[in-house]
C-alpha cells in the first residue's frame, strides 16, 4: 500500500494513551507543533512529487517508559529529570504518523506481547510465525524485554528493529565475541546488530543513523518581533535541576552578573534550591511553551558543562539566543567521566554540546575555556556586542526529520540492515585513487553509490576525523566497497602482505610494516576505529548542507 501523508493528529494522541507524567508531556508536545509537522508535511509532499511510498507495518515499543524497566523517568517529568528522551519519541511518533505508515504503539511489556502475537508469559513460547511489522523502533530497554519475551526468535526478526540510542554504539561494543574479548564489554552492547539500526539524538557517531528531534520554528513576523524584543542583558542558564548548579560555578555566575541579568528554570518545591544563588532570578521549572517564550528575550543562553547533548541549546539558537558553553580539556568519554563510563561508545565530547559547537558554531554558539576567567569575560561582552538571528539548521525542522526518516524507511528498509552489509568482497573493475566509484558498476547501494569518496586517514586517525577534515562525512554503507585488494592498489599503497582479519579498525594498512589488512567481519566496519600504528581506508561521502544524514542523491 501506498503511504499518504497525515496531518491530523487525533488519532495518534489517542494513541499514545494517559495516565503518566511522561505521556502527558508528550502528548502537549504534539499537540503544541501540530501546526508546525502539517505545514512540513505538505511542503515534502509536494517536493516528493507523488513519488510511491509503502506503507510500512511500524511497532513503536517505548522500553524506558515501561513499568517493568522501573520507568525512573516519569515521575521525574515535573520535577526538574530529563526531558530530552521524552522530546525524542514524541516526535519520532509524530513523524512516523504523519508520513502515514500504520502504527502501533507500546508502553508496556503486555502491549508488546498483544503486538506480537506472543503469549503472556516468560520467554518460553518465542514468536513462531511471521513477524507482524516492518519495522520495531525501540531502545535498549525494549531490546532486552523482546529478548525476554520473544526468545530465539528475536534473532531471526533483528533486521526489523532500530534502537534509539540517545549517545550511540560503536561497532568495537556492538560485536558480542569482540567486545568481549577485547574489553568494549558494557551493559549495553553486545547485540550484534548492523551499527547503522541504532539511531542517535545528534549526528554525531556515523556509524549509526542520525534519527533527531525537532525544535519550534518561527515564521518571518515571529523573527522580527523576536530582535524588536530582546532584552540585550539577559542571560537564562542551562540547568533545570539544582545539582547542575552545584560545585565552582560561583566564580564564573559572578562575572556573567556583572554584565547580566541572570534568569534561571530551576525546579524546587518549596524553597529557593541553595545552589542557586540570590541574584538569580529563577522562574522554576517551565512549560515548554514558557521556556520558549522566556528563550524570546534572552540575549543568551549558558550552559555549566551539563547536561550532555540536549535539545534545549537548539531551542535557544532557534529563538535567536547565543548558546555560550564550556569547552572540555581533554574532551569527555566513558573512559574518563563518571556520566559516559559503561556506554557503548569511547567518543570524545568536546564541549557540553559538540553538535552545537561543530555544526553551527559561531556567532550562534561560543566555547570557551571557563577555567579562564579572561576568555569567559570578553565572551560575554563580545555576545552583548553581537547580533544574530534566531536559527534552526533544516535537519531539526519537522520537514527536514520527516524527509530524513522517509529516506531511511523507503530506502534502509528496501535493501534491509540485515542485508545492508551486503556481500563482503565486492570486486570494482578500472579503479583509480579518488573519483574512481564513478566507473564503477555494482550492486544497488543505498546510500548511492555516486556518493562514495575514498580517502585515507593519518596514523591515529578515524575515518570520522578524515572524512570530516575533508569536507565529507564517513559512511560505513561503502565500507564493502573499499574492503578489497582492487582499493588498495588504486591507492597504491605497499603492501607486503595482505591479511583479513577480525579487527575494528580495518581496512587499514602499516606504512613502515607495509602490512595491509582486510576486515573478515562485516558488523565490525567501523568509522570510529583508530590505531596509532595504521592507516585507515575511509569510505567517505557528500552530504546536504543542513541534512548531514542523506547524499546529494540520497533522496
Ligand atoms: C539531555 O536531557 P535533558 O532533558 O536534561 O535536556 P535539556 O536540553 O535540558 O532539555 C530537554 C527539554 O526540556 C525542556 C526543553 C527541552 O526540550 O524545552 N524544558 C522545559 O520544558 N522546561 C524547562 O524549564 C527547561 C527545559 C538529553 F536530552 C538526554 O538525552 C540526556 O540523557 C541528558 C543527560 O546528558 O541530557
Same mark, same amino acid.
Given at each position: 500500500?501506498?503511504?499518504?501523508?497525515?496531518?491530523?493528529?487525533?488519532?495518534?494522541?489517542?494513541?499514545?494513551?494517559?495516565?503518566?507524567?511522561?505521556?502527558?508531556?508528550?502528548?502537549?508536545?504534539?499537540?503544541?507543533?501540530?501546526?508546525?509537522?502539517?505545514?512540513?508535511?505538505?511542503?515534502?509532499?509536494?517536493?516528493?512529487?507523488?513519488?510511491?511510498?509503502?506503507?510500512?507495518?511500524?511497532?513503536?515499543?517505548?522500553?524506558?517508559?515501561?513499568?517493568?524497566?522501573?520507568?525512573?523517568?516519569?515521575?521525574?517529568?515535573?520535577?526538574?529529570?530529563?526531558?530530552?528522551?521524552?522530546?525524542?519519541?514524541?516526535?519520532?511518533?509524530?513523524?512516523?504518523?504523519?508520513?502515514?505508515?500504520?502504527?502501533?504503539?507500546?508502553?508496556?511489556?503486555?502491549?508488546?506481547?498483544?503486538?506480537?502475537?506472543?503469549?503472556?508469559?516468560?520467554?518460553?513460547?518465542?514468536?513462531?510465525?511471521?513477524?507482524?511489522?516492518?519495522?520495531?523502533?525501540?531502545?535498549?530497554?525494549?531490546?532486552?524485554?523482546?529478548?525476554?519475551?520473544?526468545?530465539?526468535?528475536?534473532?531471526?526478526?533483528?533486521?526489523?528493529?532500530?534502537?534509539?540510542?540517545?549517545?550511540?554504539?560503536?561497532?568495537?561494543?556492538?560485536?558480542?565475541?569482540?567486545?568481549?574479548?577485547?574489553?568494549?564489554?558494557?551493559?549495553?552492547?553486545?547485540?550484534?546488530?548492523?551499527?547503522?539500526?541504532?539511531?542517535?539524538?545528534?549526528?554525531?557517531?556515523?556509524?549509526?543513523?542520525?534519527?533527531?528531534?525537532?525544535?519550534?520554528?518561527?515564521?518571518?513576523?515571529?523573527?522580527?518581533?523576536?530582535?524588536?524584543?530582546?532584552?540585550?542583558?539577559?542571560?537564562?542558564?542551562?540547568g533545570k535541576e539544582a545539582s547542575m548548579w552545584k560545585q565552582g560555578k560561583e566564580s564564573f555566575l559572578q562575572i556573567l552578573h556583572r554584565?547580566?541579568?541572570?534568569?534561571?528554570?530551576?525546579?524546587?518545591?518549596?524553597?529557593?534550591?541553595?545552589?542557586?544563588?540570590?541574584?538569580?532570578?529563577?522562574?522554576?521549572?517551565?512549560?515548554?511553551?514558557?521556556?520558549?517564550?522566556?528563550?524570546?528575550?534572552?540575549?543568551?543562553?549558558?550552559?555549566?558543562?551539563?547536561?550532555?547533548?540536549?535539545?534545549?541549546?537548539?531551542?535557544?539558537?532557534?529563538?535567536?539566543?547565543?548558546?555560550?558553553?564550556?569547552?572540555?580539556?581533554?574532551?569527555?568519554?566513558?573512559?574518563?567521566?563518571?556520566?559516559?563510563?559503561?556506554?557503548?561508545?569511547?567518543?570524545?565530547?568536546?564541549?557540553?554540546?559538540?553538535?552545537?559547537?561543530?555544526?553551527?558554531?559561531?556567532?550562534?554558539?561560543?566555547?570557551?575555556?571557563? &577555567?579562564?576567567? @579572561?576568555?569567559?569575560? %570578553?565572551?560575554? *561582552?563580545?555576545?552583548?556586542?553581537?547580533?544574530? +538571528? #534566531?536559527? $534552526?539548521?533544516?535537519?531539526?525542522?519537522?520537514?527536514?526529520?520527516?524527509?530524513?526518516?522517509?529516506?531511511?524507511?523507503?530506502?534502509?528498509?528496501?535493501?534491509?540492515?540485515?542485508?545492508?552489509?551486503?556481500?563482503?568482497?565486492?570486486?570494482?573493475?578500472?579503479?583509480?585513487?579518488?573519483?574512481?566509484?564513478?566507473?564503477?558498476?555494482?550492486?544497488?547501494?543505498?546510500?548511492?553509490?555516486?556518493?562514495?569518496?575514498?580517502?585515507?586517514?593519518?596514523?591515529?586517525?578515524?575515518?570520522?576525523?578524515?572524512?570530516?577534515?575533508?569536507?565529507?562525512?564517513?559512511?560505513?554503507?561503502?565500507?564493502?566497497?573499499?574492503?578489497?585488494?582492487?582499493?588498495?592498489?588504486?591507492?597504491?599503497?605497499?603492501?607486503?602482505?595482505?591479511?583479513?582479519?577480525? &579487527?575494528?579498525? @580495518?581496512?587499514?594498512? %602499516?606504512?613502515? *610494516?607495509?602490512?595491509?589488512?582486510?576486515?573478515? +567481519? #562485516?558488523? $565490525?566496519?567501523?568509522?570510529?576505529?583508530?590505531?596509532?600504528?595504521?592507516?585507515?581506508?575511509?569510505?567517505?561521502?557528500?552530504?546536504?548542507?543542513?541534512?548531514?544524514?542523506?547524499?546529494?542523491?540520497?533522496?
Amino acid at each position: 500500500r501506498q503511504a499518504a501523508f497525515r496531518t491530523d493528529l487525533s488519532v495518534l494522541l489517542d494513541q499514545v494513551g494517559t495516565g503518566k507524567e511522561s505521556l502527558s508531556f508528550m502528548k502537549r508536545r504534539i499537540r503544541r507543533l501540530a501546526q508546525q509537522w502539517a505545514t512540513a508535511a505538505n511542503r515534502l509532499d509536494a517536493k516528493l512529487e507523488q513519488r510511491w511510498r509503502d506503507q510500512k507495518k511500524i511497532l513503536v515499543h517505548v522500553g524506558f517508559l515501561t513499568e517493568e524497566s522501573g520507568d525512573v523517568f516519569s515521575p521525574k517529568v515535573l520535577k526538574g529529570g530529563p526531558l530530552g528522551e521524552m522530546v525524542q519519541w514524541a516526535d519520532i511518533l509524530t513523524a512516523l504518523h504523519v508520513l502515514g505508515h500504520n502504527l502501533k504503539i507500546s508502553m508496556s511489556v503486555k502491549e508488546l506481547q498483544g503486538f506480537l502475537g506472543v503469549p503472556p508469559g516468560r520467554g518460553s513460547c518465542p514468536l513462531t510465525g511471521p513477524l507482524p511489522f516492518d519495522l520495531i523502533y525501540t531502545d535498549y530497554h525494549g531490546l532486552q524485554q523482546m529478548k525476554q519475551h520473544m526468545g530465539l526468535s528475536l534473532k531471526k526478526h533483528k533486521c526489523h528493529i532500530r534502537v534509539i540510542d540517545t549517545f550511540g554504539t560503536e561497532p568495537a561494543y556492538n560485536h558480542e565475541e569482540y567486545a568481549t574479548l577485547h574489553g568494549y564489554r558494557t551493559n549495553w552492547g553486545y547485540w550484534n546488530l548492523n551499527a547503522r539500526q541504532y539511531m542517535t539524538m545528534f549526528p554525531h557517531t556515523p556509524d549509526n543513523s542520525f534519527m533527531g528531534f525537532v525544535s519550534e520554528e518561527l515564521n518571518e513576523t515571529e523573527k522580527r518581533s523576536i530582535q524588536q524584543n530582546k532584552v540585550n542583558n539577559m542571560a537564562v542558564v542551562y540547568g533545570k535541576e539544582a545539582s547542575m548548579w552545584k560545585q565552582g560555578k560561583e566564580s564564573f555566575l559572578q562575572i556573567l552578573h556583572r554584565y547580566m541579568e541572570v534568569h534561571g528554570t530551576v525546579y524546587y518545591e518549596t524553597q529557593r534550591p541553595p545552589e542557586v544563588p540570590a541574584f538569580v532570578k529563577n522562574h522554576g521549572l517551565l512549560p515548554q511553551h514558557e521556556l520558549q517564550q522566556l528563550l524570546r528575550k534572552a540575549k543568551l543562553f549558558i550552559g555549566f558543562g551539563f547536561p550532555y547533548e540536549g535539545p534545549a541549546p537548539l531551542e535557544a539558537i532557534a529563538n535567536g539566543c547565543i548558546f555560550l558553553q564550556p569547552k572540555f580539556h581533554p574532551p569527555h568519554s566513558s573512559l574518563n567521566h563518571e556520566f559516559f563510563r559503561g556506554k557503548p561508545t569511547s567518543r570524545e565530547v568536546s564541549s557540553q554540546h559538540p553538535y552545537a559547537e561543530q555544526y553551527i558554531g559561531k556567532p550562534h554558539v561560543m566555547t570557551v575555556d571557563y &577555567n579562564n576567567s @579572561l576568555e569567559f569575560d %570578553s565572551a560575554i *561582552r563580545e555576545i552583548m556586542r553581537t547580533k544574530v +538571528e #534566531p536559527y $534552526l539548521p533544516y535537519e531539526y525542522t519537522c520537514e527536514g526529520m520527516l524527509e530524513r526518516v522517509h529516506a531511511y524507511i523507503q530506502h534502509q528498509v528496501k535493501s534491509g540492515p540485515c542485508q545492508i552489509i551486503g556481500p563482503l568482497f565486492v570486486p570494482l573493475p578500472n579503479s583509480t585513487a579518488l573519483g574512481w566509484a564513478s566507473n564503477v558498476t555494482a550492486p544497488p547501494a543505498w546510500p548511492p553509490l555516486s556518493s562514495l569518496r575514498l580517502l585515507v586517514s593519518q596514523e591515529g586517525q578515524s575515518c570520522v576525523e578524515a572524512c570530516q577534515s575533508a569536507g565529507f562525512i564517513c559512511e560505513p554503507a561503502h565500507f564493502r566497497f573499499i574492503n578489497n585488494k582492487e582499493a588498495l592498489r588504486g591507492l597504491e599503497v605497499q603492501c607486503e602482505v595482505v591479511d583479513s582479519e577480525i &579487527n575494528h579498525i @580495518l581496512p587499514a594498512f %602499516s606504512v613502515v *610494516r607495509q602490512e595491509c589488512g582486510l576486515q573478515r +567481519e #562485516p558488523l $565490525l566496519f567501523s568509522c570510529a576505529g583508530h590505531s596509532p600504528k595504521y592507516r585507515r581506508l575511509c569510505p567517505c561521502r557528500d552530504f546536504r548542507r543542513g541534512q548531514v544524514a542523506l547524499c546529494r542523491d540520497c533522496l
